[in-house]
């Protein structure tokens, strides 16, 4: 196992995921006396494991189809709009 990598991607999606919406719905699950909170754990984090598998396949599929040098353009470019738009959009 390449322990670098999985560092950098544990710490990576760790630091996305806090305070997010999924993470805010999971803790008004969990808030609520009723659900147990093992269930609470078990299906928000089979939903976490879904989803990522679900984008390491789209991955693996886009990057044989377009090369690694155009998608971290593309991922690049990405970050920059989106991070423009959250400068610029009007409240």
């Given at each position: 196992?390449?322990?670098?990598?999985?560092?950098?991607?544990?710490?990576?999606?760790?630091?996305?995921?806090?305070?997010?919406?999924?993470?805010?719905a999971t803790m008004l699950?969990?808030?609520?006396?009723?659900?147990?909170?093992?269930?609470?754990?078990?299906?928000?984090?089979?939903?976490?494991?879904?989803?990522?598998?679900?984008?390491?396949?789209?991955?693996?599929?886009?990057?044989?189809?377009v090369p690694?040098?155009?998608?971290?353009?593309?991922?690049?470019?990405?970050?920059?709009?989106?991070?423009?738009?959250?400068?610029?959009?009007?409240?």
């Amino acid at each position: 196992m390449d322990y670098k990598l999985f560092a950098t991607v544990f710490a990576t999606v760790f630091i996305a995921e806090l305070g997010d919406k999924t993470q805010l719905a999971t803790m008004l699950y969990a808030a609520d006396g009723a659900h147990p909170k093992w269930t609470v754990f078990a299906a928000a984090a089979t939903a976490l494991v879904v989803t990522t598998a679900l984008g390491v396949l789209a991955g693996s599929l886009v990057s044989e189809l377009v090369p690694p040098r155009v998608l971290k353009w593309i991922a690049g470019a990405g970050f920059i709009a989106v991070g423009l738009w959250v400068l610029v959009a009007p409240e």
